[in-house]
T-cell receptor, first 112, second 116 residues
Framework: GESVGLHLPTLSVQEGDNSIINCAYSNSASDYFIWYKQESGKGPQFIID?????DKRQGQRVTVLLNKTVKHLSLQIAATQPGDSAVYFC???????????FGTGTSLTVIP | KAGVTQTPRYLIKTRGQQVTLSCSPI?????VSWYQQTPGQGLQFLFE???????NKGNFPGRFSGRQFSNSRSEMNVSTLELGDSALYLC???????????????FGSGTQLSVL
């Protein structure tokens, strides 16, 4: 994931616009990636995942893009809504078991 | 299906004490992981248990330990608490089907530990 020593990136978008949140991962051996959303006072909530044999995956209003060449992951949220305001984390895994490394997170604010 | 349940929700301890946190995974899930979340370090992996065995361990001192019971419920223990242990401790479960790895994690709401 992104470097430790948090400087939380922020993103502000108008309601109805599309949002793009980026994540750079560090381990070229990572083969499974997840995007999580965390609202204040709650645990991270699963949004969408992608395995390294894919470069794009779509869900409901969300799309994840994976570029293994430059070790970059992005989350696109279509027609962003106020309820999308939260901190978004990317997580990568590549070893045995379910050990994940999380990025520093991006704080998304949706302006009504 | 009930989600991951963590107790207690909030905890206040003093330096030198020890603490035990509890996690009940989603019914049928066999893998339980623990993460520490702080503003300075973000989400960091502590350990993962699968079928009562520790399968992975993060880079934390031996004061941090855990265990898993036969019903998949898990506890983590922190001994000799330090001020820096103040954090949100998150438990996550995943199905753990066979020897499956790299499964999506389902998180609880966490236990907010404050060390004074």
């Amino acid at each position: 994931g992104e470097s430790v020593g948090l400087h939380l990136p922020t993103l502000s978008v108008q309601e109805g616009d599309n949002s793009i949140i980026n994540c750079a991962y560090s381990n070229s051996a990572s083969d499974y990636f997840i995007w999580y959303k965390q609202e204040s006072g709650k645990g991270p909530q699963f949004i969408i995942d992608i395995r390294s044999n894919m470069d794009k995956r779509q869900g409901q209003r969300v799309t994840v893009l994976l570029n293994k060449t430059v070790k970059h992951l992005s989350l696109q949220i279509a027609a962003t809504q106020p309820g999308d305001s939260a901190v978004y984390f990317c997580a990568e895994s590549g070893g045995t078991g379910n050990q994940f490394y999380f990025g520093t997170g991006t704080s998304l604010t949706v302006i009504p | 299906k009930a989600g991951v349940t963590q107790t207690p929700r909030y905890l206040i301890k003093t330096r030198g004490q020890q603490v035990t946190l509890s996690c009940s995974p989603i019914s049928g899930h066999r893998s339980v992981s623990w993460y520490q979340q702080t503003p300075g370090q973000g989400l960091q992996f502590l350990f993962e248990y699968f079928s009562e065995t520790q399968r992975n361990k993060g880079n934390f001192p031996g004061r941090f330990s855990g265990r898993q019971f036969s019903n998949s419920r898990s506890e983590m223990n922190v001994s000799t608490l330090e001020l820096g242990d103040s954090a949100l401790y998150l438990c996550a479960s995943s199905p753990g089907q066979g020897r499956a790895t790299n499964e999506k994690l389902f998180f609880g709401s966490g236990t907010q530990l404050s060390v004074l």
